[in-house]
């Protein structure tokens, strides 16, 4: 199955551990070495209306992706990562 990244925007991530729903994926990220996909990012959901920015990003690797389905991509979800992100206020008063 090919798949574009348009299409893997519109894909549901949910882990295969609990049923989880871990959000839709919002951007990947590229090895431009290599030209390889090494994960995809789930951007946190929105805290406050988005006044106190948003929750942390949950960074798959490639490697823990299962399926790719139709609708929908299954994760091994003990090896979800996530990374820090600041939230509206604090990169208002001191950037």
């Not at 991530?13 to 990012?41: C, F, K, N, P, W």
């Not at 988005?50 to 090896?79: A, N, P």
Request: with cysteine; hydrophobic share 40%; net charge neutral.
């Amino acid at each position: 199955m090919n798949c574009k990244l348009s299409d893997l925007r519109r894909k549901e991530v949910i882990s295969m551990r609990d049923g989880a729903r871990l959000g839709y994926v919002g951007d990947v990220e590229l090895d431009t070495e290599t030209a390889q996909l090494v994960s995809i990012v789930i951007y946190g959901k929105m805290r406050w209306l988005g006044i106190l920015g948003r929750e942390d990003d949950i960074v798959v690797r490639w490697d823990d992706i299962q399926i790719i389905g139709e609708e929908t991509i299954l994760v091994k979800s003990g090896i979800i990562h996530h990374r820090r992100k600041r939230n509206a206020l604090s990169s208002f008063f001191w950037e």
